[in-house]
Each structure stands twice: as structure tokens, then as C-alpha cells.
């Protein structure tokens, strides 16, 4: 039945990692595609609207993809399960958090581990890329898109990237980045219409 294999990939998913949504990205990519619940050009697409969005990522990716595959039910499964794990891990560290505080093994523990998440965060954001600006599929074998629609949305994806680097660079606000990102997408992808057409 797909809403307990739903609660159960998104279980796993919460247990399993940590670092939260962004370290969650590998692990989110890998059963989601050996499931066929979405394509990876989905993944990334929602990638971009969860970010867009109110709410923390792992919640709303979970929601979204228990909302594809098995309606509101899906959604309150994927969503229960990928957030029950912290719930009941915060909840037992919580009743004996002075022991926990000053314990040289927890204390060791969470130093090997900050390495490990900003390894999975890389490996998301090296994924996630190469998905967006290369397509490894293109007959020329060059990873470079053929079509010209896809060679379009590849160079005004950089651009943009560019352009949020520069604005991180001057500290400009997240919520106004996002905001020009996505007039820029649209203008982009309207653009890409009218040249193509």
C-alpha cells in the first residue's frame, strides 16, 4: 500500500539523516528515483520551489512528493514520516540533556559527524548542478544540452547562479534573492519562449 511505504521511505529519510534538508538531498534523490516517484528534472524543479517557499525543505518535498503519489493522505503520511524521527530523537535527548552536554563521547560524536554533513551537502549541491546546467543524456556526448530550448534554460540557469553569488557577495537579503531569482526565471523563460518560437 503506497501510504505505509510512503510512511516508511520518509521514516528512513528522517532517521537517517543528519544535518537536515539539504544533507537529506542524496538519500531524498536516491529512494525517490529507484521508486520512479518522480524524474530528476522533477526533483530539482521542486528542490527550487521548496526553497521558494515557507516551511522547512525536508517537510515540504516529503508533503509534495506523498501529495504526487497518494493525494492528501500521501502527503500526511511522507510528511508524519520524515519528521516523527527528530520528534523522538529531540524528545529523548531533551529529558537527559545535562548528561548529554557535557559527555566527551557525544561531544566527540558531533565533531566526526560535521565533516560527514557538509560532505552530503556537497554532494546535493554537486547533484543537484548537474542536473540543472549539464545533460549527460545529449547525443553529442559533451553534457551540454543539443536541443536549443535546453541549451536556452542551461545559460540563463548560470546566469542567474552567477547573479546570486554576486548578490551573497554584496549581502543582500535571502528573501529579496529569491525574489529577483524568480522574476529573472520568468523573464528567462519567457524570453526562451519568444527566441525559440
Known sequence: MIFIELFFTFFKIGLFTIGGGYAMLPLIRTEVLSKGWLTAEEIVNFIAVSESTPGPFAVNIATYIGSVRGGAAGAACATLGVVLPSFLIILAISRCYKRFKSSKTVAGLMSGLKPAVIGLIAAAVLT?????????????????????????????SALIFVLALFACKKKLHPIL???????????????GETLIA
Open 177 to 191: 534573492m529569491i525574489l529577483i531569482a524568480a522574476a529573472l526565471g520568468i523573464a528567462f523563460g519567457l524570453l
Open 128 to 156: 543537484v548542478g548537474k542536473t540543472v546546467f549539464l545533460n549527460s543524456a545529449t547525443p553529442t556526448g559533451t553534457g551540454f544540452p543539443a536541443n536549443p530550448s535546453d541549451r536556452f534554460r542551461t545559460v540563463s
